[in-house]
């Protein structure tokens, strides 16, 4: 599978030159020294991913007519300040040492703290310190969206999109912590959390936001290929990740194998294997899951009851069916016919990915 007609490697140079030049002026004068922490734990961060949202936002654009403009780009790339502001707080919720192979931002700080030999808790610390870099991000996000140099009429025809999303993907994460307290879940309450956390913010609310800022209203053809197609890929995008997180490489994820059933993550694909599994299974799942200190044996058993119970392969072929229906609904809308094979091909780099 490629994704040249897409443009996935210029896009993602245009969008990391874009984050470069905004987080170099960000850090207020005076005090460098003590900021370096801060800016350094922002770099790495926003120096992976696969830049599929600001993706999305770019060929909703051009979708609907947007011309090749920097501007764009400069909107688009303010979405991986956003997502790297929710990685941040997701991992101190869930207690996550890795991100993309690397310390988890408030591993780092608490590190930096513990070799400092400062006074306190240096978990405390570095957890403060990972609540404010989240902060920090989310604002630079906004501040960056607003000042992307596309005409004052976009920006503001496609803010209360833009606001609408940030709530979405603030609840959701609520959704999910509340989904774990709670236990049982079902696959419904799973999708919920998923759309709200996950697939409406990386996949229909970033190309609504294109669709916007080049048509400055949305049609009700743009609607219907949002939710058609959006929602669709979301959905698939996130059982994707529900799926590599619990079978997915650590060479390629970057995290340790099977750290969502550690972290007790109440995902789609739990929810299908306790729907499917015979009670002394389901029993085991439920004491296993959540488990901080699940070994490899633990994770191996978990792994072969959703196995065994079809959970994978369902999921698998749900991802399938979201896919097929999302091109469906793609075939039938008015976007450029540029457009409409680069969407084809990020549907389906989202869909299959392996990170």
């Known amino acids: 599978m490629t994704t040249q007609a897409a443009g996935l490697d210029t896009l993602r140079a245009q969008v990391e030159r874009a984050l470069g030049e905004f987080v170099e002026r960000q850090l207020p004068d005076g005090g460098e020294s003590e900021f370096v922490p801060l800016r ?5 961060l926003l120096s992976g991913g696969k830049r599929l949202r600001p993706a999305f936002c770019y ?3 051009r979708g609907a007519g947007g011309a090749d403009v920097p501007g764009i780009f400069t909107a688009a790339a303010s979405l991986e300040l956003l997502q790297a502001s929710a990685l941040v707080h997701d991992d101190v919720m869930d207690k996550s040492d890795l991100r993309r192979g690397m ?3 408030h591993r780092r700080f608490q590190a930096m703290h513990e070799k400092s030999g400062w006074y306190g808790s240096a978990d405390q610390f570095g957890e403060g310190a990972a609540i404010l870099l989240g902060n920090l991000l989310l604002i630079w996000s906004g501040e960056m969206w607003r000042g992307s140099g596309l005409p004052s009429e976009s920006i503001e025809a496609a803010q209360p999109v833009h606001d609408h999303m940030r709530t979405e993907l603030m609840c959701g994460q ?7 307290a709670h236990g049982e879940n079902t696959f419904e309450s799973a999708l919920r959390v998923a759309l709200f956390k996950s697939g409406k913010y990386s996949v229909e609310q970033p190309l609504r936001l294109g669709l916007v800022l080049a048509a400055k209203e949305l049609a009700p053809w743009m609607d219907d290929l949002c939710t058609g197609y959006g929602r669709r890929v979301g959905i698939a995008f996130q059982l994707r990740d529900d799926i590599l997180g619990v079978f997915g ?3 390629q994820t970057g995290k340790p194998a099977g750290d969502d059933l550690r972290e007790g993550k109440r995902t789609m694909l739990v929810a299908r294997t306790l729907a499917s599994a015979s009670p002394e299974d ?3 799942v439920r004491r296993l899951l959540g488990d901080p200190a699940l070994d490899g044996l633990g994770v191996e058993t978990l792994r072969r009851i959703i196995e065994d119970t079809g959970a994978l392969q369902e999921c698998e072929d749900l991802i399938g069916d979201y896919l ?3 091109l469906a ?3 039938e809308a008015p976007v450029t016919a540029e457009a409409r094979t680069a969407l084809t091909e990020l549907a389906i780099a989202a869909t299959s990915r392996k990170t």
């Not at 609520?174 to 774990?180: N, S």
């Open 174 to 180: 609520y959704l999910d912590l509340l989904e774990q």
């Open 249 to 251: 490489d650590p060479a």
């Open 324 to 326: 097929g229906q999302a």
């Open 40 to 44: 350094t734990a922002a770099d790495e």
């Open 329 to 331: 609904a793609l075939d």
């Open 282 to 284: 389901a029993e085991t």
């Open 103 to 105: 310390p988890s931002a």
């Open 59 to 61: 060929w909703g654009w």
